[in-house]
Structures are given as structure tokens and as C-alpha cells.
């Protein structure tokens, strides 16, 4: 099994920076994917940001420019660097990590972003 906690969420201004970290636990396989998803009440989860097997990086075009995923500590961590944080950011953002086929994920973290 794995185990996935994320932290860093909370509350800031538009314009604002928040960090978001994940950290995996238990039988992790190499080669796996780390990524971040977020979610509004009513929508579905879209994928924000991933780290891919030998190091590739991506984020989603809707973020592009203002969010930046990096992972450490032996691929075992993820993080969300997310700057000028725009109202429509609001969400729960969720880790998740696939391996193998098969999606492990966090409980979430809240982000809420005011005017």
C-alpha cells in the first residue's frame, strides 16, 4: 500500500503564493508518476501538474507560467510552488501517484483564494 499526505494548503489573496508538499509513504515502486489534480464542488478532478518517470515535467495550460511542480527526497516528494494565485484556483488539490497501474491518492488539501 501507499500512503499519501499532503500539506501547505490554506487560505490567500489573489495574487497571493501558497506551497503545496506531498509526501509518499509505504511500497513505492520505481518509475511511478507523482501528480497533483484539483477539484471543485461539481467538477471533475483535473490534473494540474505531474512529474513523470525520468524526471519529466509538465503543468497544465490553465497554470502554465504561474504554478511549478519539483519533486525530492528520493522521488518520494512532490511540490506545488503556485504564484499570483487567481480566484478561479479555488479548490481541494489532491496527490496522487501511479504505479504500475494503479492510482493511490491523498485526502486533499483546500486552497482558497479571495479577492
Known amino acids: 500500500q501507499v500512503q499519501l499526505v499532503e500539506s501547505g494548503g490554506g487560505l490567500v489573496q489573489a495574487g497571493g503564493s501558497l506551497r503545496l508538499s506531498c509526501a509518499a509513504t509505504g511500497n513505492i515502486l520505481p518509475l511511478n508518476a507523482m501528480s497533483w489534480y484539483r477539484q471543485v464542488p461539481g467538477n471533475q478532478r483535473e490534473l494540474v501538474a505531474k512529474?513523470?518517470?525520468?524526471?519529466?515535467?509538465s503543468v497544465a495550460d490553465s497554470v502554465k507560467g504561474r504554478f511549478t511542480i519539483s519533486r525530492d527526497n528520493g522521488d518520494k516528494t512532490i511540490h506545488l510552488q503556485m504564484n499570483n494565485l487567481r480566484l478561479e484556483d479555488t479548490a481541494v488539490y489532491y496527490c496522487?501517484?501511479?504505479?504500475?497501474?494503479?492510482?493511490?491518492w491523498g485526502r486533499g488539501t483546500q486552497v482558497t483564494v479571495s479577492s
Open positions: 512529474s513523470a518517470p525520468f524526471g519529466a515535467l
Open positions: 496522487n501517484l501511479r504505479q504500475s497501474g494503479t492510482d493511490f
